[in-house]
């Protein structure tokens, strides 16, 4: 396999993003906060909260569903079938919609159809979107448009804009101790430790398949991360909830898999370590992001890598960023080009023009 050259600072867009974090993150926590503040005593009156996106938004939403906790209800959409099978929304609803550029088809339609119903519309969206995404009732805005298609801080950023419309449902968005000063930090320590990231990829960067799981908020983060592979390095790999990867997929691994799973607290009924277990049994090597007592992880044979002590609600954002770095130097092991939605092959390019997004 073709490694690329060494590159000098910042080789790609995807790499700049990620490494801006940190200031992004701190950013948005103070820019926002206070028309976060009144969006989430809005929400908070309302029957229920629609979360919807599409592509890693969708991620995204299916995170915001399960840490908006501290107000009504909430539930997540794929963009498409909220246009295609909307759910039962009215004037006593709060709709979501989260797009980083505000311009795919799926979400500013998904916007108009809760317009349309009357409910009270949020658009989390960067700092410059499209016209159409403009016209939600509130408009939270992250960063600047990602040049990189592998979408990674305004995914983050979302999320802590959603964590931030949690705190404010429950009247804790002012707290000091609410975990939101400490985030920042968290994640520039994470980056810190890119030499780590960087030798799990040495060791399995020619891995035949990658598979990863989580449980609770962290399940879309699976996803995410095997989506982002998709997207830059056209490997094999797929995410699961875990359990459901127990019943059945576990089947294709084999000791030329790599099994990334991310151990947040919350109850696994202990199945990160039977997975842990398993997966030595077959030789299949386990890298794990944890930031709770070990159980037993390490002595089964898990690679552990550590994620900071976090609110529950600011996890999945610390849990994501080890999963990005990966991402990003597994692409360049293989000898692929990260920002580029696989649009430098041909048949990716060809393919593009029948469909748009």
Known sequence: MTTPAPRTAHPYRMYDAIIAQPDAIASVIASQRELCAEIGRTLSGKRRIHVVGIGTSWHAALVGASILTDGPEAFAHNSFEFCTATPSVTADDGVIVISHRGTKRSSYDALDVAMAKGAYTVAITSTDPGPRIQVADAGVRTVEQ???????????????????????????????????????????????????????VADHQDKRRFISAGWGADTANAYEVALKIKETSRADCEGFQIEQLLHGPFCSLDPDCLLTFIATPGDDRGRALDLTNAAAALGAPVWALSNRPDGGLAEAGARIFRLPITPSYLTPIASVVPLQLFTYHLALARGAHPDLFQQDILGQAAARVHYDL
């Open 146 to 200: 990602e040049t990189s298609a592998a979408f990674t801080i305004s995914y983050t950023t979302a999320l802590t804009v959603l964590a931030m419309l949690n705190l404010a449902m429950a009247g804790h968005l002012t707290d000091s101790d609410n975990g939101l000063s400490e985030l920042p930090g968290n994640i520039a320590a994470i980056l810190s430790r890119e030499d780590d990231v960087k030798a799990v």
